[in-house]
């Protein structure tokens, strides 16, 4: 039998390989990016969530390489959890390198691991692979996509990429290896769906450069540019803005500093040596020589945005004049407390500028002309939607045939779905475990859907406890304790309590053997939902004196 | 002294007067709308919000009538709970009554409700106020806005409107009453801010039935489209292209149906008699001759459209070959829910249209081009924007600056603040209780912050409970109990139960007093969140044997 070139796409939160995807031939292994995602807002106390990536243990040491494509969260945040457990070398452009290297250094693991740097344009071989990278367009600098030369054809795989013709950095995508790619003729395309269902070409990050010069132009005391602490080339915008403008820069939050220093360090950032100051130093100035650049756009209270709407920074205070300018988009679910920052900024007498007031922000993925454009640059034989929900990936299936890739040579699959390639066969196999695995505190992978449904129902309704020590005969109540939180307010709700602890003397008197806590158990639940129509998890001990 | 008016906007999350509008006049005061909000996303357990109308409560014989402004939910879901308060006569149009009668039966209150109706245009006297009621547009027929001649001068409440040159039902906004009051003179408008940060003009909602009649020509099999329960011109619409299509229709849902038939018992939903037709019937008919309007575009997994993404709905199963329209906007915060509702539908076969892909909804709210016309027809004195949360109110400020209201004649209040007008003169009072009421089954109002922290710690971490029997000498530990939800994995945690368990043993020995109680559940506490950083709720009982 022809061996088979194997495709696996693993994690992500519904999105389909996002955080992670695997490649196999002749039993090596090559993994590409390693991330992580967020909760969604009904996930009740997860920190974040990596991919499941069980399937691969007991192949660990057939792992030819890691290769991450960018430095974003969502394809680097898993790499000490993957290290722990696979430990591959691990490929990455020095941009990306050096945001690894600060997560790994977290981790302790800085030392064990075995990292190579490459630039976009460079090739390397794993196992059976020969990788190709070439560079792309997308909000933070030095990202990749990789064309991997396999003994049974040519694969492309996008990366997070949009076609920006003038981006921040000056280096456009790299349309000519694509080219080349098309001429000698590509397999499959692995291709960023993220948004799919979004018409036309995404706006070039000039757009936002003119937006925040507009706003710069009319702020007439100090300036606050929120985005992402990845979004290098954001902050790199604000610098040139800045500059023009005679503000200085400070920079607020832990990680966003963390990565100034080491964009800075990898020459992916330019700041003039004397722009950059501390957040002390820019309050002693005049507020209409300072700019700040902050994280907490999506609303997190502990984030400096956060911080300083609710008046909890350290060093920082929102004051009537300050013009806040939030350039980055909430990630869907954050919706509600972005809203609240930005209503308790102005609040505070700022004024706050967000899209869609202002164009400060614009996606670095691409839109539906620009998928069509990468499939008809690469003309795949096959082509599988990646990087998205399934909702995207089917619109991206429909882009794919609207540009003439036959329904059939498309595979819209969801995560731990096994597809097989040949020279000229690309077959749907086996489904293995490609979930998500919460990681809340210390635990990784102990929350499963049971104590998920106990903390949302914990959330909903509250608590009831209810405590008895029985005498020796099984039927005098000695002691009754009760206690609540999250149901009603106990100290309104005399009455109720009052009347629950007079069914459990009636039950206990009554007591016919040994399914007390269970009569006692069940008769609450019935009497509070009576009652006020909410249904607390009900708890109840019975101790039986001994002597 | 001179006698003021005094306009208070009441309730609403956030969102400025949005539910409740009151006014008074030396004593006598009338109220506008009763609405209600539902919940946002960290609210856990809360059914809907009301306004906190206690302000009013010893005012209840001086309030001269309820007028409601349309028929939705966020100005009419209340009218119970305000009755059972307030028994003052309520002023509607046709289907805002329709609508309202509902409620009131379902709450056995019809027959003791006093209800008036009034047409667009009709005028009528309540106390010092004499009300004049003028037609808008809205995503639902039937509603108003009013101008309002107090002793002071003319108040005009522009209602929730967007100025629609082509509405459904051919009715375009009164601008000759708009234009009559600004030759009257207007002392202060009060005007609806929901879109205040959308550049441009609403489109027309013809927009949509262009854009549904696309998708209807191109489904080759069963339509399901999904609204809003109250948007009764889209049904409408749907009715007119069906005709075309030669579809029938279903109306799946109960409260679709229940508004279905009353909007067309009152004259606002024209569908032709053999048009109409039951689930039951629709799933005997060919697909392509079936269209089912159906609710649940919030994500809610109990709505029709919730039910068939899980395979749960009684009569109806989607198919592949069906198409599902979406054609509703997500309300901020549910987005999360709606897109796993789409996945599921895709999953299941059915091809699934949203806005983006397609225009399939518009907003019923005016965009800030449509705001400043209505500022330029009204010419106001004085300017409140109402209905949005401080960043809108600040925008729809901002806006009427640029068409020439002084800023001093702004006022960007919140709920419960009063504001006071005479003649020539607008001033900020005092700040009454206007916040909103939590609703959680059959409580009203006894759910605190104190109560919703403590389920979002439940919700988030879990609980732990240790129920333990001392004995006489408070120092032997005769039987010890031990349970969690939400927490961990109790079958997964033995070693972690039973390290738990000999700590409060050592505790317990070495009791030296009453404190025993805080000294387990401080231990456990800081144990708990060593081992896991997580911080469930620990509870414990303690009972000392008597005997």
Not at 135 to 162: N, R
Not at 180 to 201: C, H, I, K, M
Not at 223 to 232: D, K, M, P, R
């Amino acid at each position: 039998m022809a061996k088979k070139l194997r495709i696996i796409p693993l994690g992500g939160l519904g999105e389909v390989g996002k955080n992670m995807m695997v490649m196999e031939y002749d039993d090596r292994y090559i993994i590409i990016d390693a991330g992580i995602m967020f909760p969604e807002n009904d996930m009740l106390g997860i920190d974040y969530i990596i991919p499941d990536f069980r399937w691969l243990l007991d192949k660990a040491h057939k792992v030819e390489g890691i290769i991450v494509t960018h430095g974003h969260e969502d394809h680097t945040g898993a790499i000490t959890h993957v290290l722990e457990a696979i430990r591959a070398p691990v490929y990455a452009t020095p941009l990306t390198r050096g945001l690894l290297e600060a997560k790994l250094k977290a981790g302790k693991m800085l030392d064990s691991a075995e990292l190579h740097t490459f630039n976009a344009g460079d090739s390397f071989r794993l196992g059976p692979f020969r990788v190709e990278t070439f560079h792309v367009c997308h909000s933070i600098p030095d990202g990749v996509g990789l064309g991997i030369t396999t003994p049974v054809g040519l694969v492309v795989h996008s990366g997070d990429f949009k076609f920006d013709h003038t981006p921040v950095d000056g280096r456009p995508p790299d349309f000519a290896k694509l080219a080349e790619f098309a001429g000698r003729g590509v397999l499959v395309l692995l291709s960023d769906s993220t948004n799919a269902d979004r018409p036309g070409w995404t706006p070039s990050e000039t757009v936002v450069e003119d937006a925040l010069d507009k706003v710069f132009r009319r702020a007439k005391g100090r300036l606050i540019v929120a985005t992402f602490a990845s979004l290098i080339s954001r902050i790199q915008q604000v610098v040139h803005i800045a500059r023009r403008h005679g503000r200085k820069l400070a920079v607020a939050g832990f990680t966003m500093n963390e990565n100034v220093r080491i964009a800075q360090k990898m020459g992916y950032l330019d700041i003039p040596p004397d722009m950059l100051i501390s957040l002390e130093e820019a309050d002693k100035l005049p507020p209409e020589k300072v700019v700040i650049v902050a994280t907490g756009t999506q609303g997190e209270p502990t984030a400096v945005l956060g911080r300083l709407a609710h008046g909890r920074h350290r060093l920082l205070d929102v004051k009537p004049g300050d013009t806040v300018v939030m350039s980055a988009h909430s990630i869907p679910g954050n919706e509600e407390m972005v809203h609240r920052i930005i209503n308790r900024l102005f609040q505070r007498g700022a004024h706050v500028i967000y899209d869609p007031i202002a164009p400060v922000h614009v996606s670095g993925h691409a839109s539906q002309e620009e998928m069509k454009l990468l499939l008809n640059l690469v003309r795949p034989k096959f082509f599988v939607p990646i990087h998205g929900e399934l909702r995207h990936l089917k619109q991206h299936g429909f882009l794919a045939q609207e540009v003439g890739i036959p329904p059939e040579n498309i595979a819209v699959v969801e995560n731990g779905t096994v597809l097989e390639f040949t020279r000229d066969s690309m077959t749907i196999g086996e489904r293995v475990p490609g979930g998500y695995v919460f990681v809340d505190g210390r635990g990784v992978g102990d929350i499963g859907p049971l104590v998920m449904r106990d903390r949302e129902r914990l959330g909903r309704d509250g608590v009831v406890i209810v405590s008895v020590m029985i005498g020796p005969d099984g039927r005098s109540l000695v002691d009754l304790d009760m206690d609540s939180k999250g149901f009603v307010l106990m100290e309104d709700a005399d009455e109720l309590f009052d009347r629950a602890g007079t069914l459990v003397r009636q039950l206990t008197r009554s007591n016919n053997g040994k399914r007390l806590q269970t009569q006692i158990r069940d008769t609450l639940s019935r009497f509070f939902y009576n009652e006020t129509k909410r249904r607390p998890m009900v708890f109840v001990f019975v101790h039986r004196q001994t002597v």
